[in-house]
């Protein structure tokens, strides 16, 4: 027989097991929230990077206003079209086409192609060296300190002979090197093919006050627009209207032909032809600094 | 008087001279996994009071009534159930039981009430709730009150002020070592670690410097007692 | 359980590493401690000493092999969203047993370690071989991989106990291994001691993988 004070204890914790498992349920009646349960599929269904591209905090915090609020559901942007499509199946709504959005540097000039540059012993950052005037001629282009590379999450963009690069296998379109950029020259561009046309421009001025700064630059001669009525001059500036680009019928080997500078540029991910051209040599590993300090950006060089 | 210099100082004594992670090194997987970030190891460090105060008030209720050699209720159970025998009723056996029981229950009831009755509350700090289901800093309170309450003569017997505040106090000197090491692994990230100490490495070894300076608080329970008499 | 059952006519590799070898990987290649970086606070707590650290190392290996094999046992009946409770009163149960044997047959052990036998309820590598291992392999595995885990755990603190107690005592296991002349350098068996040994410890285990990662190419 089962001696009394086993009994005892085993009744015990049997009375406390009751009591709480009584307490519990009613808890979790009295306590219950309504919760849509779409919200942590439509949580589930977004690639969880809380990137912020989306305008929301987290992935969560998106995925409650697509399911409570009725947020659009194409503002994914690093999950892209699948993503979207996801959310669409779980609201039950259509998605209209969307296609990804990726980082345009409008600027082209490397070093060598700026004029009257000038030795800057600052703060190696453009916001710092965008609040002196001098460090290069032309006030609206790129100033190569890399700000959007220290802001960039993926690797997806570098700075080469003084002017930033995006890597467009690595771009996920979450908009951080645009806000990072203090002069405002990467937008991001719907990219409705592998490529598109861009202007790698932001110089609003014209003709001369554009030459005597840069070898590369848009002047704003206007040739563009009259040939081809996707582009536009706006304000000395060429542009591009991106709502109406179709890449299937859009013909643009005149105004290629026709561009004075070489403001008009084709960028995305490697054609196979670039592939080819490159195949046979061997690419340099990638080399990034290993450790993060706030030493460099104010070293004193000199 | 004397109580409330009593409760002084076990609580001066459970926040910062026997510090439940750098002193005792107890809740050590929440110290290393969260305080990446001044405000999460906040967030963590008002969970983990919160159910600390909770956890050890009823365990205290249950050791005392229920569980402890000679407990009131356990009496009265066994003398309805047995009238005619002797010796004492003693069901500490199932101390370790009872509290895990007890902790992983407050921390269900916790985070069902926040998640109703504080929403914003609950999305700061609700996702830590489960893992405090496992921090030994909640068992490491309950046993400790146990030290006091079961096995003890009638008259060294801590009451809730005492237990409370053991736990309580307790749990904000796990805050604050939680906090600063948050504001400290902050700017680790922008210095010049070497690769293989990284992460738990560097962070064990800055927490080890905390814990020296730490040990500059022995001594001041002493003077503490000497002064409030 | 649906996930984890597999197809009759699938071969042995596919349903995970065999009991051997869940025992060897449990000892260096996914040691609980090292790797898997869990069961801090017994590891930081008990190793001022050889013989603290080995009472405890064979408390875990006793709790975390009837765990498993308790566990293992019933993970038919286990309800997915009352599992980690059940777990928990399973560990709790025998750690009451062993915290009772060490208090009845090594009494000074017993008070030296104090509230960090019971602590080993809430031990995470414990909870995690149940829930990852134990839940969803038959008993053979189970405890192949409790002990493999366990041994693990032991060479952890073994490590790190050498260290402490030689440095901070100049004894191991209670044996004097330096002279006497040696001043001890009390901070090793104390707390800060312990968090610094350990930190430098986990670096050399990440370089020495490193290096052996380059020379593999």
Partial sequence: ?302 | ?229 | MSQTQTPANASAADRGPTAAERFINGILPENPTYRQMLGMCPTLAITNGMRSAMTMAAAVLFVLVCANAMISLIRGLLKPHLRILVFTLTIAAFVTIVDRLLAAYMYDMSKQLGPYVPLIIVNCIIISRCEVCAAKQSLPIAIADAVGQSLGFALALASIATIREILGAGTWFGLRVLPAAWPAWVIMVLPPGAFITLGLLMGSVNWFLARRQEARG
């Fill in chain 1, 1 to 302: 027989m089962i001696s009394a004070e086993v009994l005892l204890a085993g009744g015990a914790m049997a009375v406390l097991a009751v009591a709480l498992s009584y307490v519990l349920g009613w808890a979790n009646r009295t306590f219950h929230v309504e919760v849509d349960p779409r919200v942590e599929a439509a949580t589930q269904a977004l690639p969880g990077a809380n990137c912020g591209g989306c305008g929301y905090v987290g992935c969560a915090e998106y995925a409650e206003a697509v399911v409570v609020k009725g947020e659009q559901v194409t503002k994914c942007t690093v999950g892209g079209a699948s993503v979207a499509a996801a959310l669409a199946r779980l609201m039950g709504v259509e998605v209209k086409e969307s296609w990804p959005y990726r980082a345009v540097v409008h600027c082209g000039a490397t070093s060598a192609q700026r004029l009257k540059q000038r030795e800057y012993r600052g703060e190696q950052s453009c916001a710092a060296a965008n609040m002196i005037s001098g460090v290069q001629g032309c006030t609206y282009g790129c100033l190569g300190f890399g700000d959007c590379v220290t802001a960039c999450r993926y690797g997806a963009i570098a700075v080469r002979d003084g002017l930033a690069v995006v890597d467009y296998e690595r771009c996920t379109g979450c908009g951080a090197c645009a806000r990072a950029c203090p002069r405002n020259i990467i937008t991001m561009v719907p990219f409705k093919a592998e490529r598109v046309l861009v202007v790698t421009c932001s110089n609003k001025d014209t003709g001369k006050d554009v030459t005597a700064v840069c070898t590369v630059g848009c002047i704003g001669c206007g040739v563009c627009a009259r040939l081809n009525d996707l582009l536009q001059i706006d304000s000395g500036l060429a542009r591009i209207d991106y709502d109406r680009y179709d890449p299937a019928t859009a013909d643009f080997a005149a105004v290629l032909s026709k561009c004075p500078r070489e403001s008009l540029v084709w960028v995305g991910k490697p054609t196979p032809k670039d592939l080819a051209a490159v195949a046979d040599k061997e690419l340099p590993s990638r080399v990034e600094a290993d450790f993060k300090t706030t030493v460099d950006q104010t070293e004193w060089r000199g």
């Fill in chain 2, 1 to 229: 008087m004397e109580y409330v210099s009593s409760l002084v100082l076990i609580a001066v004594s459970a926040a910062f001279i026997n510090n439940f992670v750098l002193y005792y090194s107890v809740g050590i997987c929440p110290y290393l996994g969260v305080s990446r970030r001044v405000d999460m190891a906040f967030g963590m460090g008002c969970a983990v009071t919160f159910v600390i105060s909770i956890a050890a008030c009823l365990s205290w209720a249950l050791t005392v009534f229920v569980l402890r050699p000679g407990a009131p209720l356990a009496t009265w159970v066994w003398h309805w159930l047995r009238p005619d025998s002797a010796g004492v009723v003693d069901l500490s056996i199932l101390n370790y039981l009872v509290y895990i029981f007890v902790i992983a229950s407050s921390v269900q009831f916790v985070e069902m009430y926040l998640r109703k009755f504080f929403p914003p509350l609950y999305k700061s700090f609700g996702i830590y709730l489960p893992l405090i289901t496992t921090n030994c800093a909640i068992l490491f309170a309950c046993l400790e009150i146990m030290k006091h309450v079961s096995g003890v003569p009638a008259a060294q017997l801590w009451d809730l002020g005492r237990a409370l505040a053991l736990a309580a106090f307790g749990g904000v000197g796990f805050t604050i070592a939680i906090v600063l090491m948050a504001g400290m692994r902050e700017d680790l990230d922008l210095c010049d670690v070497p690769q293989a100490l990284r992460g738990p490495g560097i962070a064990l070894i800055v927490a080890g410097i905390l814990a020296m300076a730490f040990m500059g608080f022995t001594g001041v329970d002493r003077n503490l007692a000497a002064l409030l008499r």
